[in-house]
């Protein structure tokens, strides 16, 4: 169990953390300021001091400076699988196959003091004939659990338990764990030492789950993964079930394939991780959430996700995320063998999964190369431990040999997930609607980050990304060196001085830099554009002077930001243009590289357009539809579902493309290209597979683009997207993260009342899907808006019209209608 983060921890690692020199990390404990580091290497060197230590097995470093303690020394003999926080101040128990410690030469699992490694004589752990594997403190006892048949002489077989202040051998745990998960006893298949490898203890002391190499516990099925009560005078097995770890997977390979488990802060759920291979439909190579609350025999998970073929070796559960790591390339991805299927997302390594669906979140470190894998992970109340055998975070970006820290701070906050419930607000696109002059269609903060508005209007929106729905690729960006400036009276009171601390410039002719705005035809606007010379490379006339082109008419001949008004001095450009339908800006090379540092484009001409309106509904009443905005070229027509979570748009168009743009219900954000499973950072990147194949970190589109043109209506809510298709009599749903913005791989359908899969009504959807209060509503052909209850299972009673034209003269007839937040 991990302590719980209020945010997601940030992908840049800290520096204050020392290199290992060899193996691999197994475990991580942090005890006071100090963090302790168990695993198979010998040596480590300071980060920037480059003192090497002889620390074979376990040391400790400064968690402030990353300095490696020299004074802590216990001389272990063997490898370490387990740390924990020992049960006195300034102590730590240490599990593993080790057979002595300093004069010692007791057990496999000792108490050893923070100061100086040596042994606490107080505590002195009963013998075990085997490797100590994973160690656990509830109450006064210590569950402990390894590849052992006896504990001080007595039979137990991979589970016991010893009292944390002695060590004396403590008889409330006797389970006793049987039977190879794969090895048959005989023949091929791989076959290794049965107990558990892995366990974990309720915040509470009340429960433990336990994975390892068996199929039986106390003689019950209860293959690789058992849930224990430990609240009786004895640990007991508890009513909880699963056939799900049963498969075979990878037999020749691995006698079992459960890696890793953790439970929630709360103590509600826990997440198994495994390895095994690629098996369509098992949990092999795959993280799985499983529910504390579901008793019984046959139990399913309440989510799985699914690496295509690649190791999971380690979870840590947070509450605001799921962290998992291996050798994984990518997750969302359970349909392809070791490729990117569709879904798959870029996550080489490393990455955070939402908790209440298994779906990737945005944070994406990543380790190139990956080697065996991230094999540790470790939540302290300030951010993450990894341990590995690699030496990099990021491709190849930051050296952190063998062990990285992820601190909070610097981290973000995921969204809420908040969606509109009656009453509030309804929205309709693809309507007529009025718009004033001096309407601003796009502002762009060129080369630079988002920037809030000074006029409380659109913000200028970042441009830092490589690709950009609106421009070509080819181009950078490009912060200035701080230094004064001033502005010409050209500059409008709108623009923020902000926009002219970054730009975007074009080092190459092939092709120009180019932007496209979509502008409605025959709309009448002015094009703004902003420089700034602010370095002393171009700070003569002369020295960068390019054309621009709008619409393929020149409309800028041998521009010079210097000749036209000076050195450090902030001028705009305007002109006026009838839109064709699309705004082509286009910069072309003259001396030295084209560069501008914002673009913003303003409607000059009053009149109407394809926009967006809105009505209020409590459920039964609908109010008058007003215009809202949106009049920027977008065709609505073309919408295909369109839902609001957290103040950002997500919608579907019939060219089977994803956008997000944010709305506050007021105003509208510049459209984005939304296609999450293109990473910028990876695409292109080669992996470094060991079996020699050629193949690249790139991602792949979820199938749900390509139902795109047969979408008619959306909604998000708790987790899931839900959507009707034009032909199916069916309410279909995938997972979806606010965060990320991927949508799952698979794709579920809703029922109807008990087993009646018929929902005929939905096929007649005319484009309005929503979700309140335990009901959902559709709109028909006819105008009418239908709801009917819905449990989150089965749709159940009648439907009934509460809207339409027959009944209050509303028609609800619209594409992707979304409700307000």
């Not at 309106?613 to 919408?639: M, Q, Y």
């Amino acid at each position: 169990m991990q302590p719980p983060h209020d945010r997601v921890v940030s992908a840049v690692p800290s520096t204050a953390t020392p290199n290992i020199n060899d193996g691999t990390v197994n475990a991580i404990v942090k005890v006071d300021n100090k963090v302790f580091v168990g695993g198979t290497f010998t040596g480590v060197t300071d980060r920037g001091t480059g003192t090497v230590h002889n620390k074979p097995f376990l040391f400790a470093f400064d968690a402030t400076t990353g300095l490696v303690d020299p004074t802590f020394a216990p001389n272990i003999n063997d490898e370490v699988l387990s740390l924990q926080p020992g049960s006195q101040p300034g102590t730590i128990f240490v599990g593993g196959r080790f057979t002595g410690v300093l004069a010692g030469g007791w057990s496999r699992l000792v108490l050893l003091d923070t100061t100086d490694g040596s042994v606490v004589q107080s505590f002195k752990a009963a013998a075990f004939n085997g490797a100590v594997n994973s160690i656990k403190q509830f109450g006064d006892r210590v569950l402990v659990g390894g590849f052992f048949t006896t504990a001080a002489g007595n039979v137990r077989n991979g589970l016991a338990t010893v009292n944390a202040t002695t060590g004396a051998f403590d008889p409330f745990v006797n389970i006793s764990l049987t039977g190879h998960h794969n090895y048959p006893g005989s023949g091929t298949g791989a076959s290794s030492a049965v107990g558990a490898t892995e366990l974990d203890i309720t915040p509470d002391g009340t429960k433990a789950v336990v994975l390892g190499n068996f199929k039986q516990a106390n003689g019950g099925d209860y293959d690789q993964v058992v849930t224990l009560d430990l609240t009786g005078a004895a640990a007991a097995i508890r009513n909880w079930h699963t056939n799900r770890f049963d498969d075979a997977c990878s037999y020749g390979v691995f006698d079992k394939w459960v890696r890793d488990v953790d439970i929630a802060p709360d103590g509600s759920y826990f997440v198994v991780v495994s390895t095994g291979g690629f098996v369509a439909g098992s949990l092999c190579d795959a993280a799985s959430r499983w529910e504390f609350s579901a008793t019984g025999t046959s139990l399913q998970p309440t989510w799985v996700a699914s690496t295509g073929g690649d190791t999971l070796l380690s979870v840590a559960v947070t509450g605001t995320a799921v962290y998992v790591g291996g050798h994984q390339r990518w997750m969302n991805n359970p349909d392809v063998k070791d490729a990117a299927g569709q879904g798959a997302v870029t996550r080489p390594g490393l990455a955070a999964l939402e908790p209440r669906n298994g779906i990737p979140m945005s944070w994406n470190p990543g380790r190139n190369p990956r080697g065996v894998g991230t094999s540790a992970l470790y939540a302290t109340e300030d951010g993450l431990y990894v341990g590995s055998d690699t030496d990099y975070i990021g491709n190849y970006e930051h050296m952190r040999g063998k062990i990285a820290y992820f601190p909070l701070a610097g981290g973000t906050t995921p969204p809420a997930g908040v969606v509109g419930d009656l009453p509030t607000e309804v929205f309709f696109p693809n309507n007529s609607v009025s718009v004033p002059a001096n309407d601003v269609l796009y502002r762009v903060n060129a080369g630079g980050p988002e920037l809030a508005a000074t006029d409380g209007d659109l913000v200028w929106a970042a441009d830092t990304a490589a690709t950009s729905v609106y421009r070509n690729s080819g181009s950078n960006p490009n912060t200035i060196v701080s230094n004064t400036f001033t502005t010409h009276a050209s500059v409008p009171a709108t623009t923020p001085l902000a926009v002219f601390d970054d730009r975007r410039f074009d080092p190459s002719a092939a092709p120009e830099m180019m932007w496209n705005f979509p502008v409605a035809a025959g709309t009448q606007v002015e094009v703004r554009l902003s420089f700034v010379s602010r370095d002393w490379n171009y700070s003569a006339a002369g020295q960068r002077v390019f054309d621009i082109k709008i619409d393929g008419v020149l409309r800028a001949d041998n521009y010079d930001t210097v000749a036209q008004v000076g050195y450090k001095v902030a001028h705009t450009l305007k002109f006026p243009v009838t839109s064709d339908g699309t705004v082509n800006i286009e910069f072309i090379h003259g001396l030295l590289n084209p560069a501008v540092d914002a673009i913003e484009i303003v409607r000059t001409s009053a009149g109407t357009g394809s926009g967006v309106a809105k009505r209020s509904f409590n459920g039964t009443a609908a109010g008058a539809l007003t215009a809202v905005g949106g009049v920027d070229g977008t065709v609505w027509a073309n919408l295909r579902g369109a839902f609001l979570v957290d103040n950002t748009l997500y919608y579907g168009m019939s060219d089977s493309n994803m956008y997000k743009r944010s709305f506050d219900g007021v105003n509208f954000g510049p459209a984005i290209l939304h296609n999450p499973h293109s990473d910028p950072r990876w695409d292109g990147v080669l992996v470094d597979e060991r079996q020699g194949t050629v193949m690249t970190y790139n991602g792949k589109k979820t199938a749900f683009y390509t139902e795109l043109p047969n979408i008619r209506s959306m909604f998000y809510s708790n987790g899931r997207l839900y959507y009707v298709m034009t032909g199916y009599n069916t309410l279909f749903w995938r997972y979806f993260s606010p965060d990320s913005g991927v949508i799952g791989a698979q794709r579920w359908q809703q029922n109807g009342t008990g087993t009646s899969t018929s929902l005929e009504w939905l096929a007649a959807n005319s484009g309005t899907l929503f979700l309140s209060g335990g009901y959902v509503y559709w709109s028909r052909t006819d105008g009418r808006l239908v709801k009917r209850q819905f449990d989150g299972t089965y749709f159940v009673g009648a439907a009934t019209a509460v809207s339409g034209p027959a009944i209050d003269s509303v028609s609800w007839v619209t594409p992707g209608a979304f409700l307000r937040g």
